[in-house]
């Protein structure tokens, strides 16, 4: 090897390595409190609840979205195998998003308004908690609102 491919080698395998503690950080920014809370979750029901609040958002854009869609009979048949009444089918599955997002959005208020939008950009977009309390208080707020989450939810 010469020295351009050398280098060309060690930097592929500094990426290499820096993506998987990137990998690892984002796995550590998942895990549950387990020390000084009464909201202990087993692994499972905390991850299922942890996904549905951050799918939040693309709910709430599927259930925008199903008010202006509007499908076509593909068949052509007058009697075709189809679903009967396609007005209705749309408007229980967008009930069913609603009431997920609003489920979303009433825990929310649950939460001091000062820690909020600290707790929901963590578990949205991964984000540090912010330096205007302590990360022990963040936690706390967030551990409350994912498992007031998976009572809603039905999942405890």
């Not at 390595?17 to 950080?25: G, P, Y």
């Not at 000062?114 to 330096?131: C, D, H, S, T």
């Not at 302590?134 to 007031?148: F, M, V």
Request: hydrophobic share 35%; net charge positive; aromatic share 10%.
């Amino acid at each position: 090897m010469d020295k351009t491919e050398l280098k060309n080698y060690r930097a592929i395998v500094l990426g290499a390595e820096k993506l998987a503690e990137e990998i690892d950080a984002r796995k550590m920014r998942d895990y549950q409190r387990k020390k000084q809370t009464k909201y202990i979750l087993p692994r499972a029901v905390y991850h299922q609840t942890l996904w549905r609040i951050r799918d939040y958002y693309r709910l709430a854009e599927a259930a925008d979205n199903l008010i202006e869609c509007r499908e076509a009979d593909i068949d052509g048949m007058p009697r075709g195998t189809g679903i009967n009444d396609k007005t209705c089918n749309t408007v229980i599955k967008r009930a069913k998003f609603m009431e997920e997002v609003c489920t979303i959005n009433d825990i929310l208020k649950e939460i001091p308004a000062e820690y909020r939008k600290g707790v929901w950009n963590n578990i949205q977009f991964y984000q540090p908690y912010p330096l205007d309390a302590d990360r022990a208080t963040y936690g706390r707020y967030k551990s409350k609102l994912i498992y007031k989450a998976a009572e809603r939810f039905g999942l405890i």
